[in-house]
């Protein structure tokens, strides 16, 4: 693959126009080469296959990537030894994903070898493989009309700018026939948190993360990071990476080649220092440097726990919650309680002096369904193994969250608890009748919010928390994202998702914060402790 760039392609355009592509370094090394060269040995075809059919890929704008992608798409067409393979660009528009196949064009014409091999269709915008009958074309964005296709290859660009996944669905499901098909996603970070496109950049970041995930996806995000978390997360991930950021501002040009793995090469850092000195003085200029040139999300929320620490807090794996409880009977603990509408998952944590963490969570059959399918069924494994209680119809059923709450009341020594105002007086005043556990109120804002979190954190970090390997709040916390005010990274809050766009619950998270914010409140010193005694006259 890397000898197809060299030897069959020059740059279309630009400064290096004409001149042998020669493949970066981190274009060589941390994209090409893994992602075409490695492979794994497939029982169904009986042959070695590229071991990733799937490559999502985020960088900053301006990095070379249209070029790239074409070398690619040719590479596939005529190269990878595909009888009659189908390859297709698309994008928001044709006239997008022409950016991507123009360059393409330009590197037949200006090549010897390739200009006499591929044919090219004016009208269809197609090149043609006569030899085996293959073809390279854009497609437009209407997915019910691509339902035909049979792609060995398939490169979407700018998914940001994509409505939905319609067109990557039919796409995916229509490679199914391939030896080794492969789709390419490649984007500038979103500025929308609930649209397709954050969803394949989270994706990939979790991918990035823990590749074991979904082995057969290839995942490169050079993003700044946002937030202090996300700085340490990519500290673990690349230790020894010599462009990782050294810190968050994207003002500091040691942080841009991260997200700009072409700076100096095809981006030129004039271009960067002249746009960072205009955005440092315009707030709405900040706003798209931040965005296009150093590939943040715009939005201030972002994913808020790693899960690297997240399952270095397991303790001892727990085979159920009804195991663990009988484990931990009599024991004290706060409480939060997350009652949500009649239609949806409602949660309460118990938070133990020894770090152990216990959850109930209820949901309503209706929503059940719905969780599952967002999970690929593993929600109905939850509720069959006894980690999510069902409860008939389409509602929750109150009754049966008072009579647990009861019975935990009567099983563990309760010392408080909080709740999220959002629940209503009259849940707090039944609980208050059936067990004298006085709730505190608390809300999800920035003021009631920012110190349980950051002791959330703190505690995670030092390894002091046990949730057994709860596997729902391992989900949960996986989809927890918080976000800062704009200037005040230090105030934090959970962002709760959209949930009949995304099927994301972080429910069971908000009770453990909730659970963290009564222990804080009961245990905070006195007033005359801290202060003492003043005498007056």
């Known amino acids: 693959m890397v000898r197809f760039y060299a030897e069959l392609l020059v740059h279309p355009k630009g400064a290096r126009a004409r001149n042998v592509f020669r493949l970066a370094g981190w274009q060589e090394f941390e994209i090409i080469r893994p992602l075409f060269g490695e492979v794994v040995w497939s029982a169904e075809w009986q042959r070695y296959v590229r071991r990733y059919r799937i490559a999502l890929i985020c960088l900053g704008r301006k990095n070379g990537k249209s070029a790239l992608l074409s070398g690619a798409a040719l590479y596939l067409l005529v190269g990878d030894d595909e009888e009659s393979a189908e390859v297709y660009g698309a994008a928001k528009d044709t006239k997008q994903a022409g950016k991507v196949f123009e360059p393409a064009l330009r590197m037949v014409q200006l090549s010897p070898t390739l200009s006499k091999r591929l044919t090219y269709n004016k009208n269809a915008r197609r090149l043609i493989d006569e030899r085996t009958a293959s073809y390279y074309e854009i497609i437009t964005i209407d997915a019910k009309g691509e339902l035909g296709h049979n792609p060995h290859g398939f490169i ?8 939905d996944d319609s067109l990557w669905n039919t796409m995916r499901t229509a490679a199914g026939a391939r030896t080794q098909s492969l789709l390419l996603c490649i984007t500038t970070e979103t500025n929308e948190p609930v649209s397709f496109g954050a969803s394949v950049i989270d994706e990939a970041d979790r991918i990035q993360e823990d590749p074991s995930r979904a082995p057969h996806i ?4 050079r993003k700044l990071p946002a937030n202090e978390v996300e700085l340490e997360r990519l500290r673990r991930i690349f230790p020894a990476h010599p462009d990782r950021p050294v810190s968050i501002d994207p003002f500091d040009e040691r942080n841009w080649r991260w997200p700009n793995p072409g700076l100096d090469d095809f981006l030129a850092r004039s271009a960067l220092q002249e746009e960072a000195l205009e955005a440092a003085n315009d707030r709405t200029k900040e706003n798209s440097f931040r965005q296009y040139r150093v590939n943040q999300r715009v939005q201030q929320a972002s994913r808020y726990v790693p899960l690297v620490l997240w399952d270095r807090n ?3 794996t727990i085979p159920s919650p009804s195991w663990l409880a009988s484990k931990l009977e009599g024991q004290s603990c706060w409480a939060g309680l997350d009652l949500s509408a009649k239609t949806d998952l409602t949660a309460w944590c118990l938070l133990f002096q020894n ?4 959850w109930r969570l209820w949901c309503p059959e209706a929503v059940a369904r719905l969780l599952s399918a967002h999970t690929a069924g593993r929600f109905d494994l939850w509720v069959k193994d006894g980690w999510v209680t069902l409860t008939d119809g389409d509602t929750i059923d109150y009754e049966r969250v008072y009579n647990d709450i009861e019975a935990d009341w009567n099983r563990f020594n309760i010392l408080g608890g909080a709740y999220d105002r959002w629940s209503t007086e009259p849940v707090r005043q039944e609980i208050l009748r059936r067990t004298g556990l006085e709730l505190l109120e608390s809300q999800t804002t920035y003021e009631r919010m920012t110190a349980p979190m ?10 002091e928390l046990q949730h057994g390997g709860h596997p729902v709040l391992r989900w949960m916390a996986d989809n927890l994202e918080a976000k800062s005010p704009v200037g005040d990274p230090d105030r934090v809050r959970p962002v709760k998702p959209d949930r009949l766009r995304v099927g994301k619950r972080i429910d069971g998270m908000v009770t453990l914060f909730l659970a963290i914010d009564a222990r804080m409140r009961a245990t905070a010193p006195s007033v005359y402790e801290t202060e003492g005694i003043f005498t007056i006259g």
């Open 218 to 221: 290839f995942a490169y995000v």
């Open 156 to 163: 979407l660009d700018e998914v940001l700018s994509q409505p």
């Open 314 to 316: 397991v303790g001892e």
């Open 355 to 358: 770090g152990w963490c216990w």
């Open 454 to 463: 950051q002791e959330f954190m703190r505690l995670l970090k030092e390894a």
